[in-house]
């Protein structure tokens, strides 16, 4: 007799992943056998049908932003997307100016490059967040220079979730001339996206955040007003109009353009759906929030529907993981950034709000996503609630 099935945990960490759409699956299954041509191969019908679905592809992301399929890069996630939007804006542009200015809550993906590029020249301003973790626009404007070349401003956190005010940065950039760059990993198929909209003139996407596959991504390059120029960071066989060469990957390729469409067909719907599951995460949790010193996060309204991040106080005596491991067996989440996880620091997004380090390494971000119901909803907020009460009693 075998033993009987553990339950899998409630998964609640959909801002580090998603699983990929039974719908996604089946569009990329063709092209890893009788579809498994290269799309460079020019001279015969499998490469033909490998680049047409790739062209289709190009096609349909692009269409999700409101660019033209020339201006898309297909790359192998957001964080090559960055690096290649800010190095190679760098490189191309160095003859112009050596300032670039970005905001102190960015990932790493957009944050180490550009510490890298201070190793090499580069000046770089951090901007500071509001309380709330939204960047002031007068501050901003305030830190263009003469020889300011690219702003950096991620469109949805990947902790906290808020939503930055991209247009009007992007605005602020296009009457300055200087060039806007958004990592939105985390926006793309959650909230509407308009590259011509928001003056956007580079944006990083990737597929795995919106129930695509990982390995993956695209960088938005703009080709008109004004032509873009970027140095390629990686040289090879030309692909990609030799922005980044490599040979592409029509599963994955067709994957993220079925996973984005599928997105947006139901955006309306499921936003509303999702942050209704939300809100009744946190209408669970907040007539404790006093009495278990748990403080929520970020901009209450300018954020993702799918976003709840706290932290919680009375634990400055235990270990930074007490809280997650005490919550693992039950429930999948995180503090915040998986690609940090394995770091024992406070989270730079949550002391850049001015969080102490010792509330900041405390804390929960709950990732909803399309495949959570109520219930599960439901048992989260008591599973939590016991958990705090728990540790905050053997503190």
Known sequence: MTAPTKPRPIYLDCHATTPV???VLAKMLPFFSEQFGNPGSEFHSYGWAAAAAVTRSRSTIATAIGAIPEEIVFTSGATEANNLAIKGVA????ERGRHLVTVATEHSAVLDPCRYLETVGFEVTYLPVKPDGLVDLDQLADALRPDTILVSAMAANNEIGVLQPIAAIGRLCRDRGILFHTDAAQAIGKVPLDVNDACIDLM???AHKVYGPKGVGALYVRRRDPRVQLAAQLHGGGQERSRRSGTLNPPLIVGFAEAIA???A???AETARIRALRDRLWDHLAPEADALKIRRNGHPTECLAGNLHISIGGLEHRDHNALLRA?????ALSSGSACASAHTTPSHVLTALGLPPAIAVASLRFGI????QPDEIDRTA???????RALQGAA
């Open 21 to 23: 759409d039974e719908r």
């Open 91 to 94: 490189e191309a542009y160095l």
């Open 204 to 206: 990083s996407l990737t």
């Open 262 to 264: 599928l997105a947006l």
């Open 266 to 268: 139901d955006l309306d």
């Open 327 to 331: 919550l693992h067996p039950k429930i």
């Open 369 to 372: 996503g399309r495949f959570n």
């Open 382 to 388: 008591q599973i939590v609630l016991e958990t705090i």
